[in-house]
């Protein structure tokens, strides 16, 4: 029997500040919502037109995880796209970051592609693909091997490897929240998509989701009183 031989690839990690903006968003009940937001049944098969986004408005989202239910949906929208053979996993991977391709690979290997798939198994799925990308280790800083740096060395390349961490985490952070808003601005149904999931949940867990929301995009909520 032949040997399979795989090519090594790079082991795939996810970075500081998107792990903290999953952990800080009620992730269940909004992918609840979007998936059971037009009242479909557990077991109804649900298509992509469910949830209201398009190819690349999908991929714009799975590349802008400073929008943490930008990227739900986007991941969503994508599951339920190879589920009904309308697009490739390799196709809607490319040019991904590789927590995202990860989750995408992760998600997609728990159905049959081309075969539908039903409202319940899309929610599951999507959890389940979710909690694996989450799960991924840190990105690694580098380590520098030395016998004999003065302490001045040392203090150096400390502060330079915390100030390049926070400059690229920021410079990261900014583009993709231009790139989210593109998305956003891409499809009309995307936004209707939003706040039709958070409008569905409980006042009190709308309202803490409007605040993960509104901290992530580094703005901060307040409540407007009625004339």
């Known amino acids: 029997m032949a040997n399979i031989i795989r090519t090594d690839t790079k082991s795939p990690t996810l970075p500081k500040a998107q792990s903290k903006l999953f952990n800080a968003f009620k992730i269940e009940p909004f992918v609840h919502s979007l998936v059971f937001g037009k009242g479909l049944n557990p077991a109804e098969t649900i298509r992509p037109s469910d949830i209201g986004m398009n ?81 991924l280790p840190a990105t690694a800083k580098r380590v520098t091997e030395t016998t004999a740096e003065t302490t ?36 009309e149904q995307a936004p209707a998509n939003f706040v039709r999931a958070i409008t569905a949940l409980p006042h009190d867990e709308a309202e803490l989701q409007l605040r993960a929301i509104a901290l992530a995009l580094g703005f901060r909520l307040v409540r407007i009183k009625a004339a």
Do not use: R
């Open 55 to 135: 190819s690349h408005a999908a991929k714009s989202a799975l590349g802008a995880a400073v929008s943490v239910p930008g990227f739900i949906t986007g991941l969503a929208w994508s599951l339920c796209a190879i589920a009904h053979g309308q697009k490739k996993l390799a196709a809607l991977q490319e040019g991904l970051p590789v927590a995202s391709a990860y989750a995408l690979e992760h998600g997609s290997s728990m159905f049959k592609h081309g075969a539908g798939i039903t409202a319940n198994n899309l929610e599951t799925i999507v959890l389940a693909s979710l909690k694996a990308m989450l799960a």
């Open 152 to 187: 001045a060395e040392t203090t150096a390349e400390t502060t330079a490897e915390t100030t390049a961490e926070t400059t690229a985490e920021t410079t990261a952070e900014t583009t993709a929240a231009a790139a989210a808003a593109a998305a956003a601005a891409e499809t």
